[in-house]
């Protein structure tokens, strides 16, 4: 999947940081710098699991086709199975 374009609204960074204490930086590096794994989980939303700067995390997102363009909807810290999933099927890519 090509991210082209990173979209979250400052209400969503606000609820993410303070509910979850993850900080727009850290989505940055999983979707842009690391190589996360990505599922479709209804129409055109999306969930990436990858890891940041120190730890595993999970991402929900809109992602549109036409302008690669991807609407965080949330992330938080990854639970043991999505990190289990990330490690299994990460070598596969």
């Known amino acids: 999947m090509i991210i082209k374009a990173l979209k979250i609204e400052l209400e969503t960074?606000?609820?993410?940081?303070?509910?979850?204490n993850v900080l727009q930086e850290e989505i940055h590096?999983?979707?842009?710098?690391?190589?996360?794994i990505y599922r479709?989980?209804?129409?055109?939303q999306y969930l990436a699991i990858g890891m940041s700067r120190s730890r595993y995390l999970t991402i929900f997102f809109y992602y549109d086709e036409k302008t690669k363009e991807a609407?965080?909807?949330?992330?938080?810290p990854s639970d043991k199975d999505q990190i289990r999933f990330y490690k299994k099927h990460g070598?596969?890519?």
């Not at 960074?13 to 979850?20: G, P």
């Not at 590096?29 to 996360?36: G, H, I, M």
Request: charged share 35%; no cysteine; aromatic share 6%.
């Open 13 to 20: 960074a606000t609820k993410i940081f303070s509910k979850h």
């Open 40 to 44: 479709k989980v209804g129409g055109n």
């Open 91 to 93: 070598d596969k890519k």
């Open 71 to 76: 609407e965080i909807t949330t992330a938080y």
């Open 29 to 36: 590096d999983v979707l842009s710098n690391d190589k996360p």
